[in-house]
């Protein structure tokens, strides 16, 4: 890919910027579609790694509502900042240089975000319930849904993969109905 000067782009490269077999190995990956812009402001096709969501939407397993809401429940889990291990975001760090503040500060906005993530929940029985429990270390945590059902489970319970998966449909579906009627309040 050419730019407006005539050089090429470094992301031009495919073959030198492909995942490894190594990262293949962890999952499927892709490119989307269609470019999306880069840190720069570039158009780019980076590989991505393809979730539990997109997998059961494609098979047909959850419809696009259930892979919304699913969507919308990692996103505030993210905003909430819930996840058990994260890295120092050196860019967040205020030390003290004069501006303009926030409209709403950070910690309300987190605050907000765990209330909707708790909210949410519950409205699929609660955290000790399998739909609670798959929601927050598959979609919160991102974890597999292999790994939550041999490692975690129900209650510390042990669930088969076809049993894992008939939960999360069933979350989903109890997810996608409290954000339509959420929603509409």
Same mark, same amino acid.
């Given at each position: =890919?050419? &730019?407006?000067?005539?050089?090429?782009?470094? /992301? /031009?490269?495919?073959?030198?910027?492909?995942? &490894?077999?190594?990262?293949?190995?962890?999952?499927?990956? %892709?490119?989307?579609?269609?470019?999306?812009?880069?840190?720069?402001?570039?158009?780019?096709?980076? *590989?991505?790694? !393809?979730? &539990? @969501?997109?997998? =059961?939407?494609?098979?047909?397993?959850?419809? /696009?509502? =259930?892979?919304?809401?699913?969507?919308?429940?990692?996103?505030?889990?993210?905003?909430?900042?819930?996840?058990?291990?994260?890295?120092?975001?050196?860019?967040?760090?205020?030390? +003290?240089?004069?501006?303009?503040?926030?409209?709403?500060? /950070?910690?309300?906005?987190? %605050?907000?975000?765990?209330?909707?993530?708790?909210?949410?929940?519950?409205?699929?029985? +609660?955290?000790?319930?399998?739909?609670?429990?798959?929601?927050?270390? !598959?979609?919160?945590?991102?974890?597999? @849904?292999?790994?939550?059902?041999?490692?975690?489970?129900?209650?510390?319970?042990?669930?088969?993969?076809?049993?894992?998966?008939?939960?999360?449909?069933?979350?989903?579906?109890?997810?996608? &109905? *409290? *954000?339509?009627?959420?929603?509409?309040?």
């Amino acid at each position: =890919m050419a &730019t407006r000067r005539g050089l090429s782009h470094p /992301a /031009a490269d495919h073959g030198s910027l492909a995942p &490894t077999p190594e990262r293949r190995r962890h999952g499927e990956v %892709e490119q989307p579609q269609r470019a999306i812009a880069d840190a720069a402001g570039h158009p780019s096709r980076p *590989y991505r790694a !393809v979730d &539990t @969501l997109a997998i =059961m939407q494609r098979r047909g397993s959850i419809t /696009a509502g =259930m892979r919304q809401a699913g969507e919308d429940f990692r996103a505030s889990f993210a905003r909430a900042q819930l996840d058990p291990l994260r890295a120092l975001d050196p860019s967040r760090l205020r030390l +003290g240089e004069p501006g303009p503040r926030q409209a709403r500060p /950070a910690g309300v906005r987190i %605050e907000a975000a765990r209330a909707a993530v708790w909210h949410a929940i519950r409205a699929v029985g +609660g955290i000790a319930s399998p739909a609670g429990s798959c929601l927050w270390h !598959v979609l919160g945590w991102e974890q597999s @849904l292999k790994e939550w059902a041999v490692e975690r489970g129900w209650s510390g319970r042990r669930v088969s993969q076809e049993s894992a998966s008939g939960i999360l449909v069933a979350a989903l579906g109890a997810l996608e &109905t *409290y *954000y339509v009627a959420h929603r509409k309040l």
